[in-house]
Every structure is written in C-alpha cells, then in structure tokens.
C-alpha cells in the first residue's frame, strides 16, 4: 500500500521549506519599537518592507497568521479525507491503486482474517497468507498464495497487475504468484471476506472472477466446499505443507472420491492413506464419534452437473474451528480457546494404526483394542503365516475353504453357501450400491456368485463386494453390520457344542415354533387394534392438515374454544404494531395486546408464507385445546378469517425462562429457591403431558424460551407445534421430518427420527443443567476437553467436583445437597441410551425425595468425542460364538 509522507511544498503557500514560522501572536510576537526587524527564524510569510506604522505591521502580521491557519486547516482536512478513503473503504481491498508491501496487511470487515506477509516458523522465507485475526498467525494459516515460490526477503507486494490478474511480486517484478485468469476484466479488486474466502471480482457488476476456496492449501474453514466432479474429474481438495517450516505441496492431499458412494480419502501421492467410510446422509460411517450435521457441522450434497460438495459449518458459532491436513497426513480440528488465547488440536484422523487404509490387507480385520491389532475373519487365515505373526499384516487373509455357490445355483440343499455376521464394522472399500432392501439385498448377494459380502444401512441401501474385503476395523460405537459369505461348513463352526445335541436340537425348535405361533396370534391382535387406534399415531394432528379454514373452525373437536375476531385482536395489538412484538418464530409473531376488559394476552399470527408453521399452527391448536394445568400456557382462544390464523393466550409478564437465565443481568434475579420451584414445575408440566391428561403428548421441543414465567416466575410450557399425541398403547414413534432445537434433541431423534417421552425426558435434563448452571449448552466452551455444557458436568463428575457446575449468583452452602441432587438427576436425564434414561415421574420422585436412591449416571449422549471411553469390543473373540451372528439363507423360500 502507498505510503503518504508529511508535505513539503505547497502551491497554495507558495513556500518551499518546511514550516518554521510562528503561528500565533506569541511564537512571532510583535516588534517593540519602531525599527522592526524580523525575529531571526525570518518567516517567510511576513514581508521584510519596514511598514510606515506599526500598528499597519501588528495587523498585517495578524492577517497573514489568520490565513496560515486557515490554510493549514484546509491541508489537514485534505489529509484525513484521503486516509479515510484511502484505509477506510479499502481496508478489506486490493485495487489498482491500493497494494499491500511487507509487511503491510489488510483485514476482513468483520475483522475475522487478515491478509497479509508472514515466515513459517523456522524459516526465513516469507509469504502472502490469510489467517484467523487472532493468536499467532503461523498457527491459524488458512491459505497461501506463493506457497511454492517463496520470497527470500521483505520486498514483497500484492497488487492488482495491469491486466487485471491478482498477483505475488518480488522487488524484482518477478511475478511469484497469480490468479491466473484468461482475459480478465480491465476494472478489478481482490477482497478478503469474513469466511477467509479471497475473491478477485469484477468492480462493474461485482461478480466474482476467482476464489482462493477454489484453490486452497491445507486448511477446510465453515463455508467453504471440498468438491469433485464424477463427469469431469475436475477436484477441489486439499494439499498437505511439506513440513511445518515449508508450505509448498507436500505429499498427502484430502478430497472426495465418489465413486459407488462417497467417501473422503487421504492419499500419500497416488496412494490411499485413510478412508472415512460410506456417507449415509447423516455421517460417514467409518468415522468414530461422528453424530451428523446437527454437531459436526459436516454435509455432503450433490447437483445434476455431477458435482459432489462437501461443506463445513457448524451449528454452533460459539467458538471458532477449521481442520487442517499436515505434513504427516493427520486431519487434525482446531478450536480456538479464548480463555487462553490460544488453538486446541480437538481431534484427528487417522488416530490409531487401525485407521490407516488397508492395515491388515485383505479380509483382514484391525480392532485397536487388541494386542494383536488385526485378525482373519472367521473362515480364513493368514496368507504368509510367518509375516503375520511378525506383525507384518500387508499380505492379508485367504479362505480357508472355498465357496460352493455353484451348488446353490443348481438347487442343492446339503451345502449351500451362508452369511456370518460381523457387527459395527467400517466396511470394505470399494462397495457396490444397489437400492435394494434389506431382505432383498441378501438375496441379491447370495445369487451372485462373485458376491462376497453384503452390508445394509437405511441411509445409503444395498452395499455389496465382489473383490478383496480392503481396509475393515472394528467399531466400538457406530459402523455398520457387515454380513461375510462362507462355506457350509465355516458356519457350522460357529455354533456352539451345546446346540449340537439332538434332544436340544428338537427342544429348540419344538420352543421355536411354539413363540412363533404366539407371537403371530398378538401381533394379528396388534394390527387390528392399530388400525382402529391409527388416527392417534404420530400423523394424528395431521390430519385435519388441507382442510379449509372454515371447516377446521367448525371442527368438533374444538367447539370449546372461543372464538375472537380479527379487528377484536388487531385492536387490542395496536394493529399489530412492531412495538407490540414478544419475539419471532418459525410459527410467526407473537404481539401483546389488551382486550376492552383490560385482559393482557399473547396473540401467535400465523405467518402467510409459512407452510411449515400452517401445520404448527394446526397441529398446536388441535392438542392444547384439550389441555389444562397449572404448569402449561393456557389458551383462550382463536380467530380464523380468510388467509389470517391466529392464537390467543393468557399473556405471561416475565415473558420467557432465557430472557432471565442467560441475561447475565438478569439472573441474579433467579435465586435457587426460584430456580427449583422452576426445574419442579417444568417436570409436573410434563408429567401431566405424559401420564395425566386425557392425551399422551410428547412436546419435542423442551427449551429455556418455550418455557414462559407469570408475574410469581411460576413455569409453564408453551409451544405445542411440534408435540406428537400417542395412542393408548403406543409407547414411541418415528418421523422422517425431525424437527426441534439444536441442544436439546435426543441422539435417538435427531439421528434417527426416533422419540418417546424418554426424548422429551433429555431436553428437560439438558435444560435442568443449564438452569443450575446458567449457560446454555450449545454455547458452553470451557474447558479443552469439553464443547457443551453436557461434557463439563460429565467432566466435573467423574473429577467428584460436579458443584462447580453451579451458577456462583445461585450456589449456597444451605442448599448444598439440593443442588447436587438436581444435577444427578439431571446427568441421569440425558444420558445416550433411552432406556437408561428416567421416567418423567421418577424424576419428580428423585428431586422431592432424599429417601430415593439415584443410580449412577452413564455418560451422556453428545460427549464422547473428546472423552476416552474404554468400550468392550462387541466382534466376539475367537472362543465365543452366537448362533444369532448366522444368517443361512433359503433364497428358494423367499
């Protein structure tokens, strides 16, 4: 960027030396008698013709001094003007006029990166990079322009060259680095943006000509894509530095192979290094600890041009974090701690040896916990023996006996092939997909000669393999079920001594056949009844979804509700005035007004362009009208006219429970003793959703702002949305369409559209913590090892310090058993697994009752991504075997 130096000549003056003369009557003070001479710094703004008075003088001298200064003004004016067009609208710019030289730099808008010269640590070479405006720049490069061409001294400059390139020179005018576009426009800038993205776009329509997303180095930041084209080949990925003092391309790179299925691979050169598995819509399934876009922030999507884009950008925007590839081919996450000032190394793959492709090779499965890390699948051995029991693995496994396939072709019975399976498994590479069904997909399998496993997973469908079984390891969480084909006699193998008596043989089936006639007489008695009880099922408040507003007015079911006209709210809102506004959600507005008796009430205006909330709106109507508690919002009405729907409530004061909790000005206001009347009152709320209504209603969207507090903070629970109404008998459902707040949903339903009252039971738990604590769990970062306010309490347990946990405004030596109390309680609420999770009731028994006995939590859903869990692996070992990992399949019988 052009330096501007202090001026020196000026037309305007007329002088050519710097400035030396007084400027006010005190620096250049009159003369004392009438033979005045000039002082002798002689300014050259006084004239030295000795005048005929000397009051002529004193006012000459006054006048010349008046102009100085006004003069002076004027040329500082001038100067801030140009260094406020100069750095202010340009500080996040290069443009032809404005360049940056080293060690100059320019930020982003929002101050997030900075651009600019920089030297790896142990070298002397500099570069032009963009890095995070925080900590050591070294630690946080996201991107470099001359990686490969470095500068060997301070006389760098970036600049806009005159064909309209973005380019990296030396004092040299070598061009180190450029943009590389062919024919660019004449009027260009290169902008660094608040994602960490350069783009060189064209001034005369903004669009954008190149982006460095488009070339990156070795770091992944939210926002940008890693992409490949399945037509083309044409790829967006990643290069590793070739050491940490040396950027340019190093050996390994990351990016997307889609073939069959996408995947992402690190290769070293050409060769694989890691494989992530199969993406499933949610995650890839070789990656422990992964749960889906709803935590990791990851997403893979694809367009009909062949492109496949996989996008980094996490939910959670309480903390900054990108992932970067080494010189040592690890993807390691960064986390930026601001209570330190300093980047964390999260997590990175590949971690343990078993991560690394083809470990074990073929049909060679790696489990880490093992002290020999890889093993042959059942029905195989190793290839060179004394190799593998060297620990050299590379040559893999062989059969040890050959498939009959031919046999079962020709209809035989005696020997036909089978399947073992193997459980949580990264599967094989090089998988052929099929939209098969599962049933269909063993089928497939076993009519294909060359099949040689087959694996089923509802996000991807039918995975099969016909070659080697390459680079498959034991999962202690996740993977999929992994069916191997064997020999006849391999599988026999596998079934215990026990089940090779005839007498147990003969009871076994004598039993079997007696529970499958059982179980067929209760389950025709199930589907008849469901059926009958079918409009109770989840869809249940859909039902009256299409229906026009008259007719949904009129319904039945809702006769008991009072009606309210449109100009009765619209006056009572002020004509829903902004001023009247309580706050926004997906459902619409919701406004305060006052009807003509002086009754305060919340107003929900369904919005127009909202289908989404038309079925809230609906679905919200049909449940709480049936409703009544003291711990649920009460509602007194509803008005439906042409386009406009609308719901009245009983208006709460204190409006909603996070405008208190996590207002540090507010929540002092919020002692314990409030506090606990609010956790009770929450849990009686839900238990006369779950046991005691007319209904069983599951919420699905328990948090801090639906939970709204009257004039004595007493709580109720509003918004029902989202709430489901179960039959009699049903005890749990499923929905394609999860819906619900980041936090608070169980792992079960945000990853699988499973939930039951034990779903409703974990977002209560999740807010139980944050009332204690007074943070909200998707903003909680506050120690390395923990990303929510789940991890920490789980931390502070296992270090027996789980009242540090407590909000200090709240925590109080006389209520010290209380609090630890409602933070077991809470621990048990949300631990991973719904069955270990508490009813709503034995909750309410556990917080009122000392005489209770609390069990000890597991750990709960959401944390084991940082914290070290010693799971037994679930592959049995080669002295144990279940006759339910067999599956011998009659395709005849189908």
């Not at 100067?79 to 500080?91: P, Q, R, V």
């Not at 061409?149 to 180190?176: C, F, H, T, Y």
């Not at 019975?413 to 269909?440: C, H, Q, R, Y």
Request: aromatic fraction near 10%; charge should be neutral.
């Amino acid at each position: 960027m052009a330096s501007v130096g202090i001026v020196r000549k000026s037309s305007i003056f007329g002088y050519s030396s710097p400035v030396s003369c007084p400027w006010v009557d005190a620096l250049c003070p009159p003369a004392q008698e009438a033979g005045f001479n000039p002082p002798s710094n002689n300014c050259n703004l006084i004239p030295k013709t000795k005048p005929a008075r000397l009051q002529d003088l004193h006012s000459l001298e006054k006048q010349r001094v008046m102009e100085m200064i006004s003069g002076s003004r004027l040329v500082v004016l001038l100067l801030l003007s140009y260094y406020a067009i100069k750095f202010g609208s340009t500080i996040d710019t290069i443009t032809t006029s404005n360049s940056i030289k080293d060690p100059e730099a320019i930020t982003s808008n929002g101050g997030v990166f900075r651009l600019g010269f920089f030297s790896p640590a142990n070298s002397t070479d500099r570069y032009v990079g963009i890095w995070y405006n925080f900590g050591i720049p070294e630690q946080s490069v996201i991107w470099i322009a001359n990686r490969n061409k470095p500068l060997r001294d301070e006389s760098g400059i970036v600049m806009i060259a005159e064909d309209g390139n973005l380019v990296v020179s030396n004092g040299q005018k070598e061009i180190l680095w450029s943009s590389n576009i062919k024919s660019p426009p004449a009027n260009t800038s290169a902008k660094v943006l608040d994602s960490g993205n350069l783009v060189l776009q064209d001034n005369t329509d903004a669009a954008s000509l190149w982006e460095s997303f488009q070339q990156p180095s070795n770091a992944f930041v939210p926002t940008m894509k890693i992409s490949t084209n399945a037509r083309t080949g044409e790829k967006v990925q990643l290069t590793s530095w070739k050491s940490s003092s040396d950027p340019s391309n190093g050996n390994f790179s990351l990016g997307l192979e889609p073939l069959n299925i996408p995947q992402v691979f690190i290769w070293n050169n050409t060769r694989p290094y890691w494989r992530s598995g199969p993406w499933n819509g949610l995650i890839f399934t070789g990656v422990e600890l992964m749960y889906s876009f709803y935590l990791d922030g990851f997403n893979l999507v694809n367009d009909k041009e062949g492109n496949f884009y996989l996008m980094f950008g996490s939910l959670n925007t309480s903390y900054s974090s990108f992932f970067s590839l080494n010189s040592e081919g690890k993807v390691i996450q960064q986390i930026w701690d601001e209570g330190k000032r300093d980047w964390n190394n999260s997590r990175y793959s590949p971690k343990t040896e078993c991560q690394v492709y083809g470990k074990c090779g073929a049909f060679g499965s790696c489990d880490s916990k093992k002290k020999s890390i890889c093993s042959c699948l059942r029905g195989f051995e190793p290839m060179n023996t004394k190799e593998w029991n060297r620990g050299n693995w590379t040559s893999g496994c062989v059969r040890s006996k050959p498939l009959q396939c031919d046999r079962i072709i020709s209809g035989s019975e005696s020997t036909k092939d089978g399947f073992l399976k193997v459980k949580m498994m990264k599967v094989p590479d090089f998988a052929e997909w099929s939209p098969s069904s599962e049933d269909k997909c063993e089928e497939r399998c076993l009519n294909n000669c060359s099949c040689v496993a087959y694996a089923y997973d509802a996000g991807i469908g039918c995975m099969t393999w016909s070659e080697n079984l390459i680079d498959m390891q034991q999962m202690s969480r996740g993977g999929i079920d992994l069916y191997i084909r064997l020999e006849h006699s391999e599988l026999g193998k596998c079934l215990c001594s026990k089940y090779r008596n005839p007498i147990i043989i003969l009871m076994t089936v004598v039993i079997g056949f007696i529970t499958i006639a059982i179980s067929t007489f209760f389950l025709c008695r199930w589907i008849a009844k469901h059926r009958v009880n079918k409009v109770k099922s989840e869809e249940m408040p859909l039902s009256i979804k299409g229906k026009a507003c008259t007719k949904f007015s009129s319904d039945n079911k809702l006769q008991q509700l009072p009606p309210f006209k449109f100009e009765e709210l619209a006056t009572a809102t002020t004509n829903f005035s902004p001023s009247n506004k309580l706050g926004q959600g997906g459902f619409g507005p919701v406004y305060k007004g006052t009807l003509k008796d002086g009754q305060e009430i919340a107003v929900k205006r369904l919005s127009r362009d909202s289908g989404q909330g038309s079925e809230e709106f609906m679905n919200e109507m049909l449940v709480i009208s049936k409703l009544q508690h003291r711990n649920l919002v009460r509602l007194l009405g509803c008005c439906i006219e042409g386009d406009e729907k609308m719901l009245v409530y009983e208006h709460m004061p204190n409006r909603s429970l996070d405008a208190f909790l996590f207002n540090p000005a507010k929540q002092k206001l919020l002692d314990w003793k409030k506090r606990f009347n609010i956790i009770e009152g929450i849990s009686r709320g839900l238990l006369y959703l779950h046991k005691d209504s007319r209904l069983r209603i599951i919420h699905r969207d328990i948090k801090a702002s639906n939970i709204l507090l009257d004039e004595e903070m007493n709580p109720k629970i509003s918004d029902f949305g989202m709430a489901r109404i179960f039959g009699g008998n049903e005890n749990q459902a499923n929905t394609r369409r999860v819906v619900g707040t980041y936090g608070y949903m169980s792992p079960e339903y945000a990853m699988q559209g499973h939930y039951s009252e034990k779903s409703d039971v974990f977002s209560y738990g999740v807010l139980l913590l944050e009332i204690i604590n007074g943070r909200r769990n998707t903003s909680f970062y506050n120690h390395e090892h923990s990303s929510s306010l789940l991890g920490y309490a789980w931390q502070l347990w296992n270090e027996d310090n789980i009242l540090a946990l407590t909000d200090t405004a709240v925590y109080d030596q006389c209520h010290y058993q209380e609090i630890k109390r409602c933070i077991h309680v809470g621990l048990l609420c949300v631990q991973e697994y719904a069955k270990d999770r508490p009813t709503i009731s034995a909750v309410i028994s556990m917080l009122n009752s000392e005489i209770v006995d609390l069990s000890t939590p597991k750990q709960p859903a959401f944390t084991e991504r940082n914290i070290a869990v010693d799971v037994e692996s679930p592959q049995n070992n080669d002295n144990k075997c279940s006759i339910n990992d067999v599956t011998v399949t009659n395709v005849e019988g189908r």
